[in-house]
């Protein structure tokens, strides 16, 4: 397909890369254009505008956030300016799921379709092809864009035809995701002051009840206080969180984990925790209780 990518950050970077591994034709526009510069080496064309990278018909964003997608979406020379009648947005950031529901109808205004399709995994998985990717939108238009979301996914997720709802379905995840690294870190400080060598109580851990990537991967951050270079950053984990208790006020959800969360990320980032993974706010316990060396 001719397809369009806006946002070549940590993540769109390897999803570009992969839809051209997948022979799809790329254009690629990014707000720094000089990140594009390794797209372009892989064949990548490289688009000066947002109208630019609407030209194929189909564009996919990975901004951000709210604020990212709102610039390049509405307005003058936006997307949905750009976009021809019967035009393809695939939506893969993280954002609000009223901001969903805003581009659904001003794209459904314009006689374009609108598919949001948010990833689970990381940058590496990213790279590799391997995110999860989980999908609201009509059928046809979902039809239209799965040749694009097989390159950049190992599985690809409908959950339903409404798109809002795979945002929403992706912001649990996250609060799930960020309420197991605070639950880690709070065992790895308990086990820890206690004298237990945390690097033999996560193997048995992860080997037994809690073999899950999810386990593996932050218990081993946390462990190894790896949070630099940050893989997911510490700000858009925060805004995940804000936009996870935005949707449960909305629907009238209390969710008093995800408010303790949104505090934990408020004490990281006034520490000067904002270049940090997000995993970081695992190491907020053993602060807490006065442990210094993992
Ligand atoms: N990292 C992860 O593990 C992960 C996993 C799943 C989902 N996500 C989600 O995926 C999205 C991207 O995450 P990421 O880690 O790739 O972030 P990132 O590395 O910070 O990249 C952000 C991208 O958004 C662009 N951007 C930011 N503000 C903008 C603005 N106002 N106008 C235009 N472009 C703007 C950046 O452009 P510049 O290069 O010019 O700054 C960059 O291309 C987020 O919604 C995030 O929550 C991340």
Redesign the pocket.
Same mark, same amino acid.
């Given at each position: 397909m001719n397809v369009g990518f806006?946002?070549?950050? %940590?993540?769109? =970077?390897g999803m570009a890369a992969n839809l051209l591994k997948a022979g799809h034709h790329v254009t690629v526009y990014? %707000?720094?254009p000089a990140?594009a510069q390794v797209l372009v080496a892989q064949g990548a064309k490289l688009a000066a505008s947002v109208p630019e990278a609407c030209q194929g018909g189909a564009v996919i964003t990975?901004? +951000?956030?709210d604020? +990212?997608v709102e610039?390049?979406a509405l307005g003058r020379n936006g997307i949905i300016d750009s976009l021809p009648a019967g035009g393809l947005h695939v939506s *893969? *950031?993280?954002?609000s799921v009223a901001l969903s529901q805003r581009l659904s109808d001003e794209h459904a205004a314009a006689g374009q379709h609108f598919v949001a399709a948010?990833?689970?995994? %990381?940058?590496e998985a +990213?790279a590799a092809g391997h995110?999860f990717v989980v999908v609201g939108g009509d059928p046809a238009a979902v039809e239209a864009a799965e040749p694009l979301l097989e390159a950049v996914g190992q599985r690809t997720f409908v959950v339903s035809d409404i798109p809002k709802n795979a945002n929403l379905v992706?912001l649990s995840g996250?609060f799930l995701g960020a309420s197991v690294i605070e639950s880690l870190g709070e065992a790895l400080a308990l086990i820890g002051k206690g004298g237990i060598d945390q690097r033999r109580y996560l193997d048995f851990l992860t080997s037994t009840l809690f073999d899950a990537p999810i386990y593996k991967t932050y218990g081993n951050l946390i462990a190894t206080g790896s949070f630099k270079p =940050?893989?997911? =950053?510490a700000p858009?984990?925060q805004?995940?969180i804000r936009l996870v208790l935005a949707a449960a006020e909305d629907l009238g959800v209390p969710m008093p984990v995800a408010s303790l969360l949104r505090d934990r990320f408020l004490t990281l980032i006034a520490h000067g925790g904002d270049q940090l993974d997000w995993s970081a706010i695992g190491r907020l316990p053993a602060m807490d209780a006065a442990l210094t060396e993992p």
């Open positions: 806006i946002g070549l950050g %940590r993540m769109g =970077a990014n %707000r720094t990140k990975m901004l +951000a956030n604020e +990212a610039g390049v *893969s *950031s993280t954002i948010p990833v689970f995994g %990381r940058p +990213a995110l992706k996250n =940050a893989g997911f =950053a858009l984990g805004k995940d």
